[in-house]
């Protein structure tokens, strides 16, 4: 993930283990865990809301790539 973001890439990630701690709101999109049929529908919604939102995608690749400098 810290290579993603050092590239200006935002993060999908599930929100398991120090991914929740390594990912905000602001550099990317965090999917609680819960029921496996759950948790792809949300994955797939995190992908689609990438793709129709570029501007604030890019903000959110912009605010990876200042957290990953630090």
């Known amino acids: 993930m810290l290579e993603a ?4 890439l935002p993060i999908i990630t599930l929100d398991l283990h120090g991914q929740g701690e390594l990912v905000s709101d602001k550099t990317g999109i965090r999917v609680p865990v ?7 529908r949300a ?3 995190a992908v689609e809301w990438m793709a129709t939102h570029p501007a604030e995608r890019l903000m ?8 990953a400098q630090t």
């Open 43 to 45: 994955l797939a919604r």
């Open 5 to 8: 973001s050092a590239y200006g």
């Open 60 to 67: 959110m690749g912009r605010a990876a790539y200042a957290f």
């Open 34 to 40: 819960t029921e496996p049929a759950d948790v792809v």
